[in-house]
Each structure stands twice: as structure tokens, then as C-alpha cells.
């Protein structure tokens, strides 16, 4: 069974739970909580105007803080012992990062990095072997899981969408 995992947080830096969500491949089963007694002052702008408008329209999933955990357990006590968590948490935190920074900067400079050059195979040929081929193989895993080319992407059409520039510096400047 895989289930499918979705938070809303207050921030990136001082994070503080506000909504967890999450429901089963079937849909047969689901878990809905949202936490009444966050630090609103710890609350982005992003989420000051998308979440919490969005927040409160399930009553009984309002919970405290210190219930959360228990409702947690009860829930993952009822699922079967072989449990896949999906959770898109990069691409979400991407989002939101992305989103803020557009919001906050009209001119925002990157450094160009090629990623597809970065994360080559270093596997090479048969006249000529790689070496520490499980080593860049790792780096390679590594440097694609941080989602910079998304980054990249979603940070220009962001900027293009509020009239802001996206400049992209040489690496080697």
C-alpha cells in the first residue's frame, strides 16, 4: 500500500506544523489534521495568504499540538505493516521558496551551474574504465535530489510572472 503524504508548515527556518494530510493509494483510507495552537507571528507571508485562509473548514480535524502524535500513531496503527510514504516534500519546498523569493526581490543573480555536465557518468568506456564509479554515482544521486535545474525553472517564470529579472552568472566568474 503507498500512501501519499502532505504538511503545510508556518516557514522554511522556524518550522511549526499546521496541516498534515494524508490518504491511501485506494483512497480507502485518509488522515486529516490541522494544528490550532501554532505561533501565527512565525507564519510567512506566503502562508498568511494561502494557507491559513484555507485552514479551520474541517472541524474535527482541529487538533492540538500534543495530540498530533497520538492521532498519528492510532492512524499508521490501523494501516497494514507494509507501508509506502509518497511524500513530495523537495518539489513543495521548492515551491514555496521559489514563491517567496519572486515575491520578495525584483533582480535575483544564480550562478549558471550546468547540471547535466555536473552529473555525468563517470562509468567511462571499455578501453577506458571508470574510476570510483559507486563514489560519483552517489554525487551524481546527490546533486540531482537537490532539485537545482527545478529551482532554476520555477524561479524564472516566477520572476517573468511579477515583472522581475532572473540573471544567471558564469560558474567560472
Not at 37 to 62: H, M, N, W, Y
Not at 125 to 148: F, H, M, T, Y
Amino acid at each position: 500500500m503507498i500512501l501519499f503524504l502532505d504538511t503545510e508548515f508556518t516557514d522554511f527556518l522556524d518550522c511549526e506544523l499546521l496541516s498534515l494530510g494524508a490518504v491511501s493509494q485506494d483512497g480507502q483510507r485518509s488522515l486529516y489534521l490541522e494544528v490550532e495552537d501554532f505561533d501565527r507571528a512565525k507564519c510567512s507571508a506566503f502562508v498568511c495568504e494561502t494557507v491559513l485562509p484555507q485552514l479551520g473548514r474541517v472541524p474535527e480535524a482541529i487538533t492540538r499540538k500534543d495530540q498530533v502524535r497520538e492521532r498519528l500513531l492510532v492512524f499508521f496503527a490501523s494501516l497494514p505493516r507494509s507501508v509506502q510514504i509518497a511524500a513530495d516534500s523537495v518539489h513543495d519546498f521548492l515551491h514555496k521558496a521559489t514563491t517567496t523569493i519572486s515575491q520578495n526581490h525584483a533582480i535575483v543573480c544564480i550562478e549558471d551551474l550546468k547540471v547535466r555536465n555536473m552529473s555525468k557518468s563517470a562509468a567511462g568506456s571499455a578501453e577506458q574504465p571508470g574510476r570510483n564509479v559507486r563514489a560519483k554515482s552517489g554525487l551524481n544521486r546527490a546533486i540531482l535530489d537537490q532539485g537545482w535545474f527545478e529551482f532554476r525553472r520555477q524561479l524564472d517564470y516566477k520572476l517573468v510572472w511579477r515583472g522581475g529579472h532572473l540573471i544567471a552568472v558564469p560558474p567560472q566568474n
